[in-house]
């Protein structure tokens, strides 16, 4: 495990998210960061103290730091009013609803505020960057509503929950609660034990953390990780589910995926032949020339999945690493006011990454369905028992009608969130990226896919258990996933609810996947490096 990441606002990467999110993995400043922060801090004080003056030797009008924000950034701020600013912001936009977020996706946007601000270029004290990181090195995760966003000006009502215990009121006065140490406290408490201080946000501070799609980028980052280990373990399942159907092989042959030359197929039917090498149930009915579907297509679907979720890395990879701030204060560029709003905040460009990243799992878990269904029907199996009925009563019919219930309801969720635009802010934000709830769907539709992968290994398991009594042998890799999953399906007196959910946490975890790849090494990568 990494020993800490160093952030710079350049080089975040996914594994460093996940480790941070999820594992704890120290967080510090690069001293480069820090320098630049400073800079721009500088020129936003000197517009805050009225030092800037533009043609009518006026004060220089800098959105957010003397002016009003959306709809009234027309509206000045008189210099009384700027130091409270900052903070009825945070507090007026902290107006998220629902059920709380997961902490590991609190602590990944908590990152990647962190990782955008130290690129320098927002403005922002030096120190409100240190005390995030201070946080997340300390385990205070404030409690952040998981809805209320639109996605533009990017994940407001989330991150001003954040704002909520990072700063307090000028009064000494704070809002907010996080979990500290597996408590809910209120957040001066969570911040007093951990030894933080609260900070007093000063100009551009509240705007500066609030203004960006780091919840969009969060959720998608974290989907995208996790998908990449469920996309092996579903080429894993696939492999199972064809031998226990006595799949024919020619289908994966390398030759014919050059025809037709997508990477994805490319790699899914080359991981498909080295799972299965040394299998004497593929290619043993005699007078078999092609299978169905959902067999014979998985290079196809599956590669089609892997191409669609590399598609959805790149894009987040870019968001890891960018500036998602307005204004940004560019203090190199020419002219005195080096102010510049734009539309970086918008979350479009990781909207479409979660939607097309949840239509990608949409099909995963569909295909996966479909060979579950041939598994458990006796007609279609090759002579496999109805329902793969071991006794009276017993089986897998709802297994699988779990199963269809959770492919029916990724379909429901799979319509494109970033299409379904509502404008904002008497129509100045008039057209919304909707991106926080095509993450949010997506990470929803993540852990569907998975249980349903669970179902079919489940099925396949027992499968293969009847295939072997009658004397066949398993390839080289599906023999290490078989014996994998005899050492978790445990007792026979589990419900099958139990059972499924004791296969979901090991894919969850990867423990599956290790086994197999121990056995026959890496699989082809979806994304270098992910």
């Not at 959105?63 to 900052?86: C, E, F, K, W």
């Not at 197929?265 to 799972?275: E, K, P």
């Not at 099925?459 to 009847?466: F, G, K, V």
């Amino acid at each position: 495990m990494t020993a800490f990441v160093q952030l710079d606002g350049s080089s975040l990467t996914l594994d460093d998210l996940a480790a941070v999110a999820r594992q704890g993995v120290e967080v510090r400043l690069a001293d480069s960061a820090r320098d630049a922060m400073q800079r721009s801090h500088e020129w936003v004080q000197r517009a805050a103290r009225g030092e800037l003056r533009d043609g009518d030797d006026q004060p220089l009008a800098v959105y957010g730091v003397n002016t009003g924000y959306g709809s009234l950034s027309r509206v000045r701020i008189d210099d009384a009013q700027i130091a409270r600013l900052s903070w009825n912001l945070v507090r007026s936009h902290a107006a998220g609803v629902g059920p709380s977020l997961p902490l590991d996706f609190v602590r990944a946007m908590m990152l990647l505020r962190a990782n955008a601000l130290a690129k320098g270029v927002s403005g922002i004290r030096p120190v409100v960057v240190e005390r995030l990181l201070q946080m997340l090195n300390a385990g205070v995760t404030p409690i952040v509503p998981a809805r209320g966003s639109c996605g533009s000006s990017g994940d407001l009502a989330p991150l001003a929950h954040l704002g909520l215990v990072l700063f307090r009121d000028p009064n000494g006065e704070s809002c907010g609660s996080a979990v500290y140490q597996g408590e809910v406290l209120p957040s001066g408490e969570a911040m007093r034990r951990a030894g933080l201080e609260q900070l007093v946000p000063g100009p551009k501070d509240g705007l500066a953390v609030t203004n960006g799609a780091q919840l969009t980028c969060a959720i998608t980052a974290l989907a995208c990780w996790d998908t990449v280990r469920l996309i092996h373990q579903a080429e894993v399942a696939a492999a199972l589910s064809w031998e226990a159907l006595c799949g024919v092989s020619r289908a994966l042959n390398a030759s014919v995926q050059e025809h037709r030359p997508y990477p994805g197929a490319i790699d899914c039917a080359s991981d498909l032949r080295r799972l299965l090498e040394g299998s004497t149930l593929v290619d043993s009915v005699p007078d078999k020339v092609q299978d169905a579907y959902s067999l014979r297509c998985t290079p196809q679907v599956l590669g089609a999945v892997r191409d669609g979720v590399r598609y959805a890395i790149d894009q987040v990879r870019v968001e890891l690493n960018a500036v998602t701030d307005n204004p940004l204060i560019l203090v190199d560029e020419p002219g005195e006011n080096k102010a510049f709003s734009a539309g970086m905040f918008h979350g479009e460009p990781v909207g479409f990454a979660a939607d097309h990243l949840r239509l990608s799992l949409c099909e995963l878990g569909s295909l996966a369905e479909r060979r579950l269904y041939r598994l458990t029907t006796g007609v279609l199996s090759g002579n496999l028992p109805p329902l793969l009925s071991s006794g009276a009563g017993l089986g897998f019919g709802l297994p699988q009608t779990a199963a269809a219930a959770l492919v029916a309801e990724n379909r429901q969720l799979a319509f494109p969130a970033s299409v379904d635009s509502i404008p904002t802010c008497e129509d100045q934000e008039d057209h919304v990226a909707m991106s926080t709830t095509a993450a949010r769907r997506s990470a929803t539709v993540l852990v569907n896919a998975r249980r349903i992968v669970a179902i079919e290994l489940l099925a396949a398991h027992t499968a293969l258990r009847i295939r072997k009594d009658e004397g066949y042998t398993l390839g080289h890799g599906t023999e290490a996933a078989f014996r994998a999953m005899e050492a978790l399906v445990g007792s026979e007196q589990q419900t099958a609810s139990e059972q499924i959910r004791c296969v979901e946490l090991a894919l969850a975890e990867g423990r599956l996947l290790h086994q197999v790849q121990a056995a026959i090494g890496p699989m082809a990568e979806v994304a270098r490096g992910a």
